[in-house]
């Protein structure tokens, strides 16, 4: 299976502040990836996928780069809403297999 | 309107069986791939299995394989997972979820979650 690692696994940020939460593939997965946001006791919500494509009505300031192995979300100008824990998952092959998830905090 | 309703949920002993169903409206559920994902207390998402939208094909993590199935009823535009055997370590929030995208190859990334429904397996 490919391992998905994301790091940090937490961190603490400031409203304003630009973030960058990093997702690695144990192998290569093209652009097959997507991210995802979840907060308490609610179901992700897809944020981007193919590894730089943003969802429809998801905030500009979410962007994603990366291929092969390596995969950044940027976070331009993190809002009070961001506050949540965010998954990469890659869709390259079977079994389908998620980051261990980065939670950001308020600082 | 998009929704996903889960139900089936509850209390089961290990080595016991339960079936989950995922109630699908407001797109055509035949054309999709849909997939249950399960989230452990406190933990990460894991994905668990999918089926291509005739149902002919299905895909399974090896946690679950041989234990779990996957199917479902276009006609009544339900999607359902069959757990037998559960073990502890399948307690978990189920949710099925949808992809963004009908296509033959699936592309599971998914753009619609139901609530999720709580499963628990403890004697």
């Known amino acids: 299976a490919i391992r998905m690692t994301q790091s940090p696994s937490s961190f603490s940020a400031s409203t304003g502040d630009r973030v960058t939460i990093t997702c690695r593939a144990s192998q290569g997965i093209s652009s097959y990836l997507a991210w995802y946001q979840q907060k308490p006791g609610k179901a992700p919500k897809l944020l981007i996928y193919a590894a730089s494509t943003l969802q429809s009505g998801v905030p500009s300031r979410f962007s994603g780069s990366g291929s092969g192995t390596d995969f950044t979300l940027t976070i331009s100008c993190l809002q009070s809403e961001d506050f949540a824990t965010y998954f990469c998952?890659?869709?390259?092959?079977?079994?389908?297999?998620f980051g261990q998830g980065t939670k950001v905090e308020i600082k | 309107e998009v929704q996903l309703l889960e139900s089936g949920g509850g209390l089961v002993e290990p080595g016991g069986s339960l079936r989950l169903s995922c109630a699908a409206s407001g797109f055509t559920f035949s054309s999709y791939a849909m997939s249950w994902v399960r989230q452990a207390p406190g933990k990460g998402l894991e994905w668990v299995s999918s089926i291509s939208g005739s149902g002919g094909t299905t895909y399974f993590a090896d946690s679950v394989k041989g234990r779990f199935t996957i199917s479902r009823d276009n006609s009544k535009n339900t999607l359902y997972l069959q757990m037998n055997s559960p073990r502890a370590e399948d307690t978990a929030v189920y949710y099925c979820a949808k992809p963004l995208v009908s296509t033959v190859t699936p592309k599971d990334y998914f753009d619609y979650w139901g609530q999720g429904t709580l499963v628990t397996v403890s004697s």
């Open positions: 998952q890659q869709y390259y092959d079977y079994p389908r297999t």
